[in-house]
């Protein structure tokens, strides 16, 4: 399976570019039809995917202690993911098994999960432990009634959880590498809905091909007109947004150049997740679609990796800058299009050779859905 770069073939590839003012650009012309932007009842398969496909969850910088657990709702399902006294990492449907209260919400550390509506108490392993007046479910055996389990694996930095089980599905971590090390901090989590479908919100995070007229003020003048990296490995991609100061690497010899710094990476983990790598801070954003034109944002900072000491205020006002400026014109853009979906403009929406990490992310989402039948 392809890999993506190291970072040193990174650096030659961005500075060959550099020399001859081209960029990588991609084999097809993808159209998509706007249709499938607007149908209920494609969503619906869409979420089906999600649910059978493994996706990132939260960073396992979020689970760091024994009892850690984050609880949300994951492609329409509320989840309690958390981790033991043996450091293993579990993920349970979010229901209590007397009568199906949730159990837990947000994010903190427990002892054990005790269900607020009548007390039925779950270790965190998910095995019930305790039922007040137990006299009254005779036949009840608590071994039957622990929480219901969802598959969870934690790789590369992540907790990937798999809702549902499918035949033939690639384990996603295969084709990818250490996106989050041990010695990154986590600054902050946060959650967002917006007015906007989430392959729309997607898509916008996937090609360079905007930078300049996007984002004149913000990201364009450290960065380039259309100069990007784009790079599949399974069904994943990456992208990579160079920084003019990266030309310094050129009186650099090849074995010693450091890309850190001098490039955004985005990472596409199919099919609803990101992680970006920026100059001071890294972001895991997972899309929750909540109807067609709904989308919830789940977000967490760290900090870069070899960050040290001084890493956290670096990554905070590096975030705060990021989110202020280039994030919100982003924004601006994505609510246009989605206003605009149901104008009757467009029949299909034709995403060029630039723009192969979207081209790249339809066609596995069409085979996926075509797996259904
Ligand atoms: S619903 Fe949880 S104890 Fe009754
Ligand atoms: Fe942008």
Not at 114 to 131: A, F
Not at 171 to 192: C, F, M, R, V, Y
Not at 231 to 252: C, N, Q, W, Y
């Amino acid at each position: 399976m392809t890999k993506f770069l190291d970072d040193r073939a990174v650096a030659e590839r961005v500075l060959q570019h550099i020399r001859q003012h081209s960029t990588d650009v991609g084999e097809e012309i993808w159209r998509e039809p706007v249709a499938n932007y607007r149908s209920a009842a494609r969503l619906t398969r869409e979420l089906a995917v999600l649910r059978r496909t493994p996706t990132p969850f939260c960073p396992s910088a979020a689970l760091p202690d024994a009892g850690s657990y984050v609880a949300r709702e994951a492609a329409g399902t509320p989840l309690l993911v958390v981790r033991g006294e043996d450091r293993r990492v579990r993920a349970f449907r979010n229901a209590c098994r007397h009568r199906g209260t949730e159990l837990a919400s947000g994010a903190g550390c427990a002892k054990a999960f005790v269900c607020p509506y009548h007390g039925w108490t779950y270790r965190l392993d998910g095995r019930l432990q305790h039922i007040p007046h137990a006299a009254g479910f005779p036949g009840v055996d608590p071994k039957e009634h622990g929480l219901t389990a969802v598959a969870a694996e934690e790789q590369h930095g992540l907790v990937f959880v798999t809702q549902a089980t499918a035949a033939d599905e690639p384990a996603p971590w295969a084709s990818l590498p250490e996106l989050i090390a041990p010695d990154q901090q986590l600054l902050n989590s946060g959650a967002a809905e917006l007015e906007v479908n989430w392959k729309i919100y997607l898509e916008g995070f996937l090609e360079g091909y905007h930078i300049r007229s996007t984002h004149p003020q913000s990201f364009y003048p450290y960065g380039y007109d259309n100069l990007t990296l784009v790079e599949h490995s399974g069904r994943h991609s990456r992208v990579t947004f160079p920084f003019r100061r990266i030309e310094k690497l050129a009186d650099v010899p090849p074995a010693e150049r450091r890309v850190d710094g001098l490039l955004t990476y985005v990472y596409h983990l199919f099919p609803n997740a990101l992680v970006t790598v920026l100059s001071h801070h890294t972001n895991l954003v997972v899309l929750e679609p909540l109807s067609l034109t709904r989308t919830r944002l789940v977000t967490y900072a760290l900090t870069n990796r070899g960050g040290g000491a001084q890493s956290a205020e670096t990554a905070k006002r590096d975030a705060a800058f990021v989110n202020n400026t280039g994030a919100a014109e982003d924004l601006a853009i994505v609510l246009a299009i989605q206003r605009s979906l149901g104008s009757g403009a467009n029949e299909v929406f034709t995403f060029g050779a630039f723009e192969a990490a979207i081209a790249h992310f339809h066609g596995n989402l069409h085979r996926a859905l075509a797996e259904d039948g």
